[in-house]
C-alpha cells in the first residue's frame, strides 16, 4: 500500500493496550489503528445532532392557539384563579 506515514504520542497506558490488541489480534499495531480511525470518523459522520434528532416531533401535538407562548402568564393567572376559587 503507498501511503503516508504519520507520527502520534500515545500515552503509556494507550500504547501498553494498542501492543495487547495487536498480540491478541495477530495485527499490526497499524492496521488496529487505522481501522481504529476509519470507525471513528464513521462514528462522527453518523452524529445526529439534537435538532434533527427531535424535528419529527416539533410541533406533533399543537395547541391550535398561535399565540400560546405570548399569553403564557395570563393562562396560569386564570388555572390560580380557578384553583381558588374551587376551595
Known amino acids: 500500500m ?3 506515514i504519520t507520527t502520534a504520542r500515545l500515552p503509556l497506558d494507550t500504547r501498553n ?5 495487536s498480540r491478541i489480534k495477530n495485527r ?3 492496521d488496529i489503528i487505522k481501522e481504529s480511525v476509519e470507525m471513528y470518523y464513521e462514528y462522527t459522520e453518523n ?3 439534537s435538532f434533527t434528532l427531535g424535528e419529527p ?5 399543537g395547541s391550535g392557539e398561535s ?3 405570548t399569553r403564557y402568564r395570563e393562562r396560569i393567572k386564570r ?5 381558588m376559587s374551587a376551595c
Do not use: H, P, W
Request: aromatic share 8%; no cysteine.
Open 2 to 4: 503507498n501511503g503516508q
Open 17 to 21: 493496550k494498542l501492543m495487547v490488541l
Open 28 to 30: 499490526t499495531k497499524s
Open 47 to 49: 452524529e445526529i445532532d
Open 57 to 61: 416531533s416539533f410541533g406533533k401535538y
Open 67 to 69: 399565540d400560546r407562548a
Open 79 to 83: 388555572k390560580i384563579a380557578d384553583r
